[in-house]
């Protein structure tokens, strides 16, 4: 079983700073894509970034050139570095990992989200 932990979410004021951790333990052989989403009040969940095991990033257009994901494969641990936040950026943010497991089966886990709260 995979379980996957978000951490860094909280309160911050517009132009601010945060950065959001999620680590990935449990039994599984490696981890492929890691993603970071989420979900306004009122809104549908939205993929924000992505970051293959080679390293390639997406990004959804209006977190560009302000948020930057990263991966340190030897953690199992997926970043979100998020600046210049805006109060839009206020969210449930949440990791989805996929991995195999020793019989190459894919398997799609999400953890329980984290706040981020953009005001003043």
């Known amino acids: 079983q995979v379980q996957v932990v978000e951490s860094g979410g909280g309160l911050v004021q517009p132009g601010g700073s945060l950065r959001l951790s999620c680590v990935v333990s449990?039994?599984?052989?490696?981890?492929?894509?890691m993603n970071w989403f989420r979900r306004a009040p009122g809104k549908e969940r939205e993929m924000v970034a992505s970051i293959t095991r080679g390293d390639n990033t997406f990004y959804r257009g209006a977190v560009k050139g302000r948020f930057t994901i990263s991966r340190d494969n030897a953690l199992n641990t997926v970043y979100l570095n998020m600046n210049n936040l805006k109060p839009e950026d206020t969210a449930v943010y949440y990791c989805?990992?996929?991995?195999?497991?020793?019989?190459?089966?894919?398997?799609?886990?999400w953890g329980q989200g984290t706040q981020v709260t953009v005001s003043a």
């Open positions: 989805n990992v996929r991995s195999r497991d020793s019989n190459y089966k894919s398997i799609d886990t």
């Open positions: 449990g039994t599984f052989s490696w981890l492929e894509d």
